[in-house]
């Protein structure tokens, strides 16, 4: 079953540096999401991205964040002076469509650890 | 966003079925009911979803009341494997387009023992 991928699984950063997070959506879909993780928190939307734009994102995603699609097939999540509070997990996920009725597909995630 | 209301933590014994049940009394006619789970260290899963019937896969079943306002989530024989966290998200249209996000809450903690 095809599946989201993400690199690294786990990225150690010294803060005010810049971190990229990648990741591969399914083939097909045109939909791509990232939401964040806080240790023991709840998952929470970062933005959502279609047709080369950002189609809605949530009050975390300031302008420190920014997303890109470079190719046909990776989608990245760079933070451009990261801050101990950018510890988390990063899902990346997609969709075939926008549509409520269709589900999105995760990946398992990047754990970002700023020192 | 319509908001959905589940049980913190739900303990179950293997090879038994599960009913994890979920509120949602502000749901609005266009709203589908999703259910995605969390397992350790992985991220978010779809398990299933629906709007007004109930609905079968490989995974689970979504038994949707006939008013809407609650759903269960049915495993029909927990595994050690089931123990997760999971969500019920309602997905809706705002302003009559689709933003495409989930809303995640806490969630129900499933523990499964053997």
């Known amino acids: 079953e095809p599946e989201v991928t993400q690199t690294p699984s786990h990225q150690v950063t010294q803060m005010g540096q810049e971190v990229i997070l990648r990741c591969v959506p399914i083939?097909?879909?045109?939909?791509f999401y990232w939401y964040r993780q806080i240790l023991g928190q709840k998952v929470e939307f970062l933005v959502s991205f279609y047709n080369n734009e950002i189609s809605e994102k949530s009050e975390i995603f300031d302008d420190q964040f920014s997303v890109e699609r470079p190719d046909g097939s990776n989608f990245t999540l760079k933070i451009r002076s990261t801050k101990l509070e950018d510890s988390a997990m990063y899902f990346c996920?997609?969709?075939?469509?926008?549509?409520?009725?269709?589900?999105?597909?995760f990946g398992d995630g990047t754990r970002l650890s700023i020192l | 966003d319509a908001k959905t209301t589940q049980p913190n933590s739900m303990e179950s014994n293997e090879e038994e079925p599960v009913h994890l049940p979920c509120n949602h009394s502000?749901?609005?006619?266009?709203?589908?009911i999703h259910w995605y789970r969390q397992l350790p260290s992985q991220g978010p899963e779809y398990v299933i979803h629906?709007?007004?019937s109930n609905v079968n896969n490989r995974m689970a079943s979504l038994a949707i009341a006939e008013d809407r306002k609650s759903s269960t989530l049915i495993l029909h024989r927990a595994t050690l494997r089931d123990a997760a966290v999971y969500y019920c998200i309602l997905r809706d249209v705002e302003g009559g387009s689709n933003t495409g996000k989930l809303i995640f809450g806490q969630g129900t903690t499933l523990q499964v023992k053997p």
């Open positions: 083939s097909n879909h045109l939909y």
């Open positions: 502000t749901i609005s006619g266009t709203d589908y």
């Open positions: 996920a997609s969709s075939e469509r926008f549509h409520n009725n269709q589900p999105q597909h």
């Open positions: 629906g709007l007004t």
